[in-house]
């Protein structure tokens, strides 16, 4: 019998960057496919956030604060004062800070799972969905919510509603349906539809960056892990097989130290842009 050999390097990426999904695709576009670990880990995560939110708030005293309070005193003193900066209506605050807050520490959360080792979870996944029967071959599984397209354009679509309500609720029904067809060229009939079609424009390219920038970023930085992984399974293959595996522990290093900053940076331009975007729907042209 011919010696059972590993997958490729193009196999391995392409086994990684596939979704465990409630079902084949039957198209490219098929809104009844749902990439079932995203929702997972983007659930877990959720409830995982607010378990650690809650904790804090419970345990807070009037007194010295612990490590803990202390940190997220810091995080919601930061929050609040970004949102006051932006938002200058002190009632819409009362929802908009807490809600940039909780945008914030989920999308952190979710970008975090990227410093879990690579193969760690998909392993565990195969070994879970082999004792059930299945093949092992076919167990799929992304843990970072974030390098999925469709969560981080569902999270834009979510800030996205909330300034179509803003628009409602500061302009009034009436107000804002004015604005979408009167700017910004002015109220003149014949630049009406004009108009109306550069606001849906915006409103579109809005919330395609908003959700196209987290992405973009996460799926980088979870294909830049795979091949890091890569340079260990490579070293079989490789004269140097003693440096490659140095080599892959040193630059996994010095990446994950680096992807530190990303996944705090990503998750706090995701949420400066939901405040942003949501002053603007307090602004009337």
Not at 46 to 52: C, I
Not at 119 to 142: F, K, N, S, V
Not at 218 to 234: C, D, P, R, S, T
């Amino acid at each position: 019998m011919a010696a059972e050999h590993g997958p490729s390097a193009g196999e391995y990426i392409g086994h990684h960057l596939t979704h465990l999904q409630n079902k084949p695709m039957s198209g490219v576009i098929d809104f009844s496919v749902y990439n079932l670990d995203s929702i997972f880990w983007s659930i877990l995560m959720g409830v995982l956030g607010t378990f650690f939110l809650w904790k804090a708030a419970k345990s807070a005293t009037a007194g010295v604060p612990g490590r803990f309070q202390a940190a997220v005193e810091m995080l919601v003193e930061m929050v609040d004062t970004q949102a006051k900066g932006i938002i200058h209506n002190a009632n819409s605050r009362k929802l908009v800070a807490p809600l940039a807050l909780t945008v914030f520490v989920w999308i952190f959360l979710l970008n975090a799972m990227d410093f879990l080792p690579v193969d760690l979870i998909p392993w565990i996944w195969e070994r879970i969905y082999g004792a059930t029967g299945g093949d092992p071959h076919h167990a799929y599984m992304r843990v970072v919510p974030t390098a999925d397209l469709s969560t981080t354009l569902g999270l834009s679509s979510g800030v996205l509603f909330v300034c179509l309500a803003y628009n409602v609720k500061i302009k009034g029904l009436g107000g804002w349906i004015h604005e979408l067809f009167t700017a910004p060229f002015g109220a003149h009939p014949l630049l009406w539809p004009v108009n109306f079609l550069m606001q849906m424009i915006e409103f579109a390219a809005k919330t395609v960056s908003h959700g196209m920038r987290l992405f973009g970023n996460m799926y980088a930085g979870e294909l830049v892990f795979m091949l890091i992984a890569l340079m260990g399974g490579g070293a079989a293959l490789s004269l140097s097989g003693i440096l490659l595996p140095i080599g892959q522990v040193i630059v996994g290093s010095i990446w994950a130290i680096f992807h530190i900053l990303i996944v705090a940076l990503q998750a706090f331009i995701f949420m400066m842009l939901t405040l942003v975007y949501v002053g603007q729907a307090h602004d009337a042209h």
